[in-house]
T-cell receptor, first 113, second 112 residues
């Protein structure tokens, strides 16, 4: 069974631009969560989707948004990029919301210059 | 959300057992104790979880104190591949959410 895939793996953007990251969950998984990882703040929860509905949102500004499609694939978008948005963005999937085991992808490394 | 406290770092020798402690003194009755680890340049991976009783799986064992205010992840024979950051996380089953709150974790170094 294929694992969680994230594209692209690496991305370099300029301040003020916007970016879209993609996550394909494990086949059959309906829940997708997103996390941001930085050296200073560690791993922080961004948002969670289940059956195309946002179930939970972390403490991030409105520039961060996401969505989930009917095939459970998810995208997150960051508008008006700031230098502080440079981070590893991780996606995790699980079968159901509230399921105990989550499977993480390798992440997308975003660098904002 | 209840908090966990872990040592910043630990060292172990290859093929020796490793005991990774976690304190969670404000744990509630509905909180499960989960462990994830993150190997270098990878996303976190699930290790084990438990509620009250000790748990074993192919990766590790989880020993939970009787008062549930602390727990210990046990790697029975550390290998170089076990070098990672280990996160102890409390998850409440009061709501249907997959949100994980990561602390700073314990960086485990394994010496050959």
């Amino acid at each position: 069974k294929a694992g969680v895939t994230q594209t692209p793996r690496y991305l370099i953007k300029t301040r003020g631009q916007q970016v879209t990251l993609s996550c394909s969950p494990i086949s059959g998984h309906r829940s997708v969560s997103w996390y941001q990882q930085t050296p200073g703040q560690g791993l922080q929860f961004l948002f969670e989707y289940f059956s195309e509905t946002q179930r939970n949102k972390g403490n991030f500004p409105g520039r961060f948004s996401g969505r989930q499609f009917s095939n459970s694939r998810s995208e997150m978008n960051v508008s008006t990029l700031e230098l502080g948005d440079s981070a590893l963005y991780l996606c995790a999937s699980s079968v159901l919301a509230g399921n105990y085991e989550q499977y993480f992808g390798p992440g997308t490394r975003l660098t904002v210059t | 959300d209840a908090k966990t406290t872990q040592p910043n770092s630990m060292e172990s020798n290859e093929e020796e057992p490793v005991h990774l402690p976690c304190n969670h003194s404000t744990i509630s009755g509905t909180d499960y104790i989960h462990w994830y680890r993150q190997l270098p340049s990878q996303g976190p991976e699930y290790v084990i979880h438990g509620l009250t009783s000790n748990v074993n799986n192919r990766m590790a064992s989880l020993a939970i104190a009787e008062d549930r205010k602390s727990s210990t992840l046990i790697l029975h024979r550390a290998t170089l591949r076990d070098a990672a950051v280990y996160y102890c996380i409390l998850r409440s089953y009061g709501g249907a959410t997959n949100k994980l709150i990561f602390g700073t974790g314990t960086l485990l170094a394994v010496q050959p």
